[in-house]
């Protein structure tokens, strides 16, 4: 089992920014690939970005590309942040990080999930 804790969650204004950490423990061995992903009222889980633990290679959804959001590890601390950049109204959702084996953007390919941090982005 891998446990996996968010944070770093909360209100921004427009044009703002927030690190959102993900936290993992337990069989962290197991899992090769941390990802983001994201949840707004209403809509499907969206992939926003992903990487590879070993390599530091990364994964972005169009919509944060062009480095708005960074995707990043610190494999001592077994912690993956989320640096969000440039923020808008529609960056409002629940960030959920996950684990998996191989590099995906569809949630199926996880096998482990935070409990999720809410951010909320005002105009």
């Known amino acids: 089992q891998v446990q996996l804790v968010e944070s770093g969650g909360g209100l921004v204004q427009a044009g703002g920014s927030l690190r959102l950490s993900c936290a993992a423990s337990?069989?962290?061995?197991?899992?090769?690939?941390m990802g983001w992903f994201r949840q707004a009222p209403g809509k499907e889980r969206e992939f926003v970005a992903a990487?590879?633990?070993?390599?530091?290679?990364?994964?972005y959804a169009d919509s944060v590309k062009g480095r708005r959001f960074t995707i990043s590890r610190d494999n001592a601390k077994n912690t993956v942040y989320l640096q969000m950049n440039s923020l808008t109204p529609e960056d409002t959702a629940v960030y959920y990080c996950?684990?998996?084996?191989?590099?995906?953007?569809?949630?199926?390919?996880?096998?482990?999930w935070g409990q999720g941090a809410q951010v909320t982005v005002s105009s």
């Open positions: 996950a684990a998996a084996r191989v590099v995906t953007t569809t949630p199926l390919g996880y096998t482990y």
């Open positions: 990487i590879r633990l070993s390599t530091g290679n990364t994964a």
């Open positions: 337990g069989r962290t061995f197991s899992s090769s690939v």
